[in-house]
């Protein structure tokens, strides 16, 4: 996820790793940021992350979304 917000801002990853270690866990997220983001995940990786209620939840912070995100990759490589 860092990568991608990363490569989406033209940041460096460190200075992304940085900032959302100061701010915590419980980083709000960007809705806009996330649908970008969430495309890109979905292309790179050939994913789909359903509009269910634990996609809803996940868009409460960066980490929640994280998490999300890596669980779905998860599930497509089983």
Do not use: C, K, W
Not at 27 to 47: A, F, W
Not at 61 to 68: G, H, R
Request: avoid cysteine.
């Amino acid at each position: 996820m860092i990568d991608f917000l990363a490569e989406y801002q033209d940041r460096q990853h460190e200075e992304i790793y940085q900032e959302l270690t100061a701010r915590g866990a419980d980083l709000p997220v960007d809705s806009v940021l996330v649908v970008e983001i969430l495309t890109r995940v979905e292309e790179r990786y050939g994913v789909s992350i359903p509009a269910d209620a634990e996609a809803g939840r996940s868009l409460r912070s960066v980490l929640a979304f994280a998490e999300t995100v890596y669980n779905a990759i998860q599930e497509e490589q089983s």
